[in-house]
């Protein structure tokens, strides 16, 4: 899509439900895909998300090497993580945490992980992290 549509809010074809809409993107997803949204003109809104090219699309289930951030929260650094806290619905609403030093006890029942203190971003504060990783990273925005 060129700017010149995107300035004029053109109406564009649903890839979800095939209906016009006016397309907008949103939240990047810690696999680099994009979070695109249609309004149509009932008020309806689709989301799916979209990958800003083929390779990213590709990469997208490769390991990353572990982000290095300073915690808005506890300003100590530590690696950026993320799940989804619902895996059927809103399947594009990530929370992030930030993963510190290793702490008595482990996860899960079978492949048992060592338990790592953790503070979870609040959206605002997640916004911003993307905001300054947005920087280094080649993903449109
Ligand atoms: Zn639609
Ligand atoms: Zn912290």
Redesign the pocket.
Known sequence: MCLEMIRTKQYTE??????Q?IEQAGDILPDKGILIQ?L?DDG???KFVEYSSISTFLDRSKKETPRIVSCPICRQNGRIGNFRPSKDKNFHAWRYYIEHEQIDGYWGKKNKVRKHRRCYLTNDQKNDLIKKLGRNTNVRI
């Open positions: 649903c890839l979800i439900c095939g209906k809409g249609v149509h309806s809104i689709c």
